[in-house]
């Protein structure tokens, strides 16, 4: 892999780490499902700008409508709805560390639904990784960014959950639809589902820039400037040395969570991250079973 290609992914990985953030600070001022409409419609404008590049990029045959709304439902509808809520009782750094046993699960979900074997290791991975994310929510100390850590962590995993459904379905679409079309499908039809969201939740009395600055972020960085790297790299690599940077989301926000939102995780979760880490790292060691993983969507971590 080239330094062009690495860069892109360190700073695809950065974005989609820094998101957490942006999140974080957005739903504790503003309803999340406001927050979340808001996200979709500045990524559906940017997305019209691009008319050209992804309308395109489809072959439609009969029935896909059913596999297209099991997509939109997964993500962004059910995916942001946990995640938004999660954001509002856990930290943006324990969020983002839930995020490290997602490919994880999809090796699990390619198991149960596409029959792909998964190995002993992979299994040990994933039994290691789960223990660490529970003794981290276990373990965290309420406080103002996490008032109820169990509950945002277990909103976050059903996050997780809803990627994998996700990450499978858009497995079978990507041989007829491009994945920049598929994003945009996400994103127009997300306005839909969360403008009767929106309006239902109480307006904000006042919003200020920097908050419509993170949204800003989400809408067109997070969506649409990490998927153009993360492309970009896979353009130039095999889709196997991409799949591992995935890995790195986590790391970016615990880093970024500290810098600007000064959150601290104490002893234990430490403990508890390092053994979320571990586990990820036996699950890597091997091989097989890993083309699901391999394959996971930008889409299903942001």
Known sequence: ?????RLALLLAMAIWGSSFIALKVAVDTIHPMQVIFLRMLIGSITFLLLLPLWRRGFNYQAGDWKWLAAMV???PCLYFIFESLALKYTSAGQAGMVTSILPLLVAIGAW????????????LGFLIAFAGVVWMSWGSDISSHAPNPLLGNSLELMAMICA????????????????????????????????????LAPLPEQVSWEVMGYITYLGIFSTLGAYGLYNYALSRTHASHVGAYVNLIPVFTLLFAFILLNEVLNTQQWLAVL?????????????????????????AVS
């Open 1 to 5: 892999m080239d330094w062009r290609a």
């Open 112 to 123: 149960l639904m596409l029959k792909e074997r998964i190995s002993n290791h992979q299994w």
């Open 275 to 299: 053994l979320v880490f571990t586990g990820v790292a036996v699950s890597q060691r091997s091989r097989r079973g890993r083309k699901a993983l391999d394959q996971i969507p930008p889409g």
């Open 73 to 75: 439902l997964f993500e």
């Open 164 to 199: 994998v459904g996700y990450t499978l379905v858009v497995k079978k679409l990507t041989d007829r639809y491009s994945p920049l079309f598929l994003t945009a499908i996400q994103t127009l039809f997300g306005v839909i589902f969360f403008l009767p969201l929106a309006l």
